[in-house]
C-alpha cells in the first residue's frame, strides 16, 4: 500500500476516532440531562403524591367528624390541617355537639378573616358571630371564650363597656385566683381582641 494511502486510512481512523469520542460525549451528556430530568419528574411526582394523601387524609378527616362527631378526631383535624379553612367544621362541632372548643376555634378563625378583610359591613357582622360563640364556648365552661370574652367586656372591644361582666369571666377563665392585677392590665391594655 501507497505510504498517502496509509496516512489517509491513519488519518481517517483519527477522525473517526474524534467523531465518535465527541459523539459518545454529547451522548453521555444527553444522558446525565435525562437522568436529571427524570429524577425531577420523580420528585415532583412524589411531592404530588404527598400532597394528594393530605388531600385526601383531610377529606377523610372531614368526613369522620360529620358521621361520628368525635371530638378527639375535630381536634385532630383541626390542629392537623391547621389554616385550611376548618370555619364550618367548628361550627358545625359547637352547634351540633356544643363542644366549647370548638366554639373558641370559631372565634379564632373569623378574627383571622376579619383581619384579611376591608369589608366594613362584613367585619361588623362577622365580629357579632364570633362574639355568639364566644358566649356559647363560655357557658359551656370553655376558659379560653371566658378570658377573650373578659377582655372584650374591661375594654369596651366591640361590646358594651361592662367591667362587673368582664370581671365575672375574667374569675371564670382564672378561677378563684386573685384577678385583681390582671383586670387592671387588660383595662390598661392597648391590644383589641380581634
Request: charged share 20%.
Amino acid at each position: 500500500m501507497k505510504r498517502s494511502t496509509k496516512i489517509l486510512l491513519i488519518s481517517l481512523e483519527g477522525l473517526i476516532i474524534v467523531l465518535l469520542s465527541v459523539f459518545l460525549i454529547i451522548n453521555n451528556q444527553h444522558r446525565k440531562s435525562a437522568i436529571q430530568a427524570l429524577d425531577s419528574i420523580q420528585t415532583e411526582n412524589n411531592v404530588l403524591k404527598g400532597k394528594q394523601q393530605d388531600i385526601d387524609a383531610l377529606f377523610h378527616i372531614r368526613d369522620y367528624v360529620l358521621f361520628t362527631q368525635d371530638t378527639a378526631a375535630y381536634l385532630e383535624m383541626y390542629t392537623t390541617f391547621y389554616g385550611t379553612n376548618n370555619l364550618v367544621y367548628s361550627i358545625y362541632m359547637a352547634d351540633h355537639c356544643d363542644y366549647p372548643r370548638a366554639c373558641y376555634n370559631v372565634y379564632q378563625e373569623i378574627s383571622n378573616m376579619i383581619k384579611n378583610s376591608a369589608n366594613l359591613e362584613f367585619k361588623i357582622e362577622a365580629t357579632r358571630l364570633a362574639i355568639c360563640y364566644l358566649k356559647k364556648g363560655a357557658a359551656l365552661n370553655d376558659k379560653l371564650c371566658a378570658f377573650v370574652l373578659a377582655g372584650m367586656y374591661i375594654r369596651g372591644d366591640y361590646v358594651q363597656q361592662d367591667s362587673v361582666t368582664g370581671r365575672k369571666y375574667l374569675e371564670q377563665a382564672l378561677g378563684d385566683q386573685n384577678t385583681n392585677v390582671l383586670f387592671q392590665n387588660i383595662k390598661r391594655s392597648k391590644n383589641s381582641w380581634f
